[in-house]
Structure formats: structure tokens, C-alpha cells
């Protein structure tokens, strides 16, 4: 079987847990408009066409000119935002729009009691009104992760349900998510019962293998139990390869080897593979919008070499 080659990726505009994204946070800072349209192309002729913003805002500033929060990000583009997305629709990308992370910490709470949580709305109707006539904008993307131990939790669930039930009638009207905690997935028919029952459009597991809390055996069998009781649920499996290793608190490449294992494992089950990310962990040679470290132009030259270069 020919593995199946990363075709989604995460992106951010500066990455909200503090050292991890050390590697690029000043120079997507920095980025101008044509900047952005470079780097989704770059991205593009990587093979992706799928593309997960992270979120458009981040400890009570805004990313855009948002007439809810008055203070700005310090970004070098005036609307990082307007630019991906209108980089999106000249070159036909699908892009998943994050709609959280407006609160510190960035989790916040599940409950839709309370001015927290307002934010997910008031926002959410403001990015609609704001951007909604993009192409490229095909759905919304739900950063607050779900924590699966052993199942998803009843909480997630209504979170998940009353937010997706909202965001349909805004539109765009997909909504993904991209839950942790898939080494603890049982599969049994409880579990397919919740798949089933989340008003979700695409499920994207974390494979945990960056983060180093599983192993690969583990992961292929975990895969396995996923695609069983995704056929049952009826629902499409999607799957977050996470392409980093942790040099500290820091995020950089993984060896090609190691990552060249896990898509070797997750093609076998997934409808789909992204990588968490594109940005930072790797970069074409010569790129004018390189952003990360030099090891991420050698993952790029290894993962393009073995699809042949294209």
C-alpha cells in the first residue's frame, strides 16, 4: 500500500502556549499580506489543500480589526486574516477558521453561562458578517480540544453540539474538531454512540506521538479500533499527525524516519491526514517566507523526496 501523503495542516498567526512556537512567533509577526499568500502557497505545493487557522484571537487581542476588542496583536499585515483568506481563494484552499482561545486560559470553560463564553458568539457573528463572503472560508474549526479518557466527555459533547448548532445557522456550515487523549479510545459501541451523536463534520485524532505519550504500535492499533467505529457511526476519520519533538518547552522538526512511520500507520485508516504544523516544522529551501528553524527545511526535503518531489 502507497502511504497516504499529509494533504492538512494547523497554522497560526502567533502560537498561544508560550516558548513552544519560539522557533516562528517574531517572523509571522512580521509577515505582510503577499507574505501570507507565499507561505499558503508554499504550503500549497506541499500538497495541502486543507488548512486549520488556529484562532483569530488570543489572550484579549484580536488578530483582525475586531469591533469587539479594541486591542491589536502588533502584526506587521494590518488583517492577517483577510490575507489568508483571500489567499485561500486564489489558489482554492479549504480553510477551518478557529473560533476560540479568546480568554486566558486559553481552554477557558465548556459552560455557555457567563461573559467567557459569550466571546464564542459574539465573535463567531462578527467573523460571519466580516469574512463570510470568502470562498475559502468552508467552516469553522474548534480549538478548545476535547479530552477523551476512554470517551468523549457529556460536557464536550453539548459543548460541542450547541457551538456546531450555532455556527451552522452563521455559517459556513462545517465544523471540525480535532480531539487528545486517543490512546485511552476503547471503540465499543458507547464510543461509536457518541461519534455518532456529535453534530461534527470531520474528526481529526491526535496521534500523541509528538508529545511523546504513545508509541506506534499503539497508535496502529488505536487507528484500527478508530476506523471500526467510525464505519459504524457512519462518520469520516480524520487524523492530526504531529510532525514536532519538544527540545525542551520548544517546538521543532521530528526526523523524517520517525514521521515517515506515523503516516505509514495513520494512511492505513484515515480519510484524511494533517499534520500539526506545516508552519515552523518545515519550509521549502530557499523560501523568502521561511519561518522556523534550518532543521525544517531538511523534514521538507526528505517528506518531498519520498513523494518524488511533488
Not at 239 to 245: H, P, Y
Not at 275 to 285: A, T, V
Request: a negative charge; hydrophobic letters at 35%; one cysteine or more.
Amino acid at each position: 500500500m502507497t502511504p497516504q501523503r499529509i494533504t492538512g495542516s494547523w497554522f497560526d498567526f502567533y502560537h498561544p502556549n508560550p516558548y513552544e512556537g519560539d522557533t516562528w512567533n517574531a517572523t509571522t509577526q512580521r509577515f505582510t499580506a503577499n507574505d501570507w499568500y507565499l507561505k499558503l502557497q508554499e504550503m500549497k505545493e506541499a500538497g495541502m489543500d486543507t488548512l486549520v487557522l488556529l484562532n483569530v484571537a488570543l489572550h484579549g487581542r484580536a488578530f483582525y480589526p475586531s469591533e469587539i476588542w479594541s486591542y491589536r496583536w502588533d502584526t506587521v499585515c494590518p488583517d492577517p486574516l483577510e490575507a489568508v483568506l483571500d489567499a485561500g481563494d486564489r489558489l482554492g484552499l479549504t480553510i477551518y477558521v478557529g473560533n476560540g482561545f479568546y480568554t486566558t486560559p486559553i481552554m477557558g470553560s465548556l459552560s455557555i453561562s457567563g461573559d467567557t463564553s459569550q466571546l464564542q458568539y459574539d465573535f463567531a457573528k462578527e467573523l460571519a458578517e466580516r469574512y463570510g463572503h470568502h470562498v475559502s472560508f468552508s467552516g469553522w474549526y474548534l480549538p478548545v480540544e476535547a479530552a477523551i479518557f476512554t470517551h468523549f466527555s457529556d460536557e464536550y459533547i453539548a459543548y460541542a453540539n450547541r457551538m456546531s448548532d450555532y455556527l451552522r445557522k452563521l455559517g459556513p456550515e462545517k465544523v471540525f474538531i480535532a480531539p487528545y487523549g486517543t490512546r485511552s479510545i476503547t471503540g465499543d459501541a458507547k464510543f461509536v454512540d457518541q461519534v455518532r451523536s456529535l453534530d461534527v463534520d470531520y474528526i481529526a485524532y491526535q496521534d500523541e506521538i509528538g508529545v511523546a505519550r504513545t508509541t506506534f504500535e499503539a497508535v496502529d492499533e488505536t487507528f484500527a479500533r478508530l476506523r471500526e467505529a467510525h464505519d459504524r457511526a457512519g462518520k469520516p476519520l480524520w487524523s492530526d499527525l504531529e510532525i514536532f519533538q519538544f527540545h525542551g518547552k520548544v517546538l521543532h522538526p521530528a526526523p523524517f524516519e520517525r514521521v515517515k512511520r506515523q503516516f505509514e500507520i495513520l494512511s492505513k485508516y484515515s480519510d484524511k491526514v494533517l499534520c500539526y504544523q506545516y508552519l515552523g516544522m518545515m519550509n521549502k529551501p530557499g523560501s523568502p517566507v521561511h519561518a522556523g528553524n534550518e532543521a525544517s527545511v531538511q523534514l521538507y526535503n526528505d517528506y518531498m523526496a519520498f513523494f518524488g518531489g511533488k
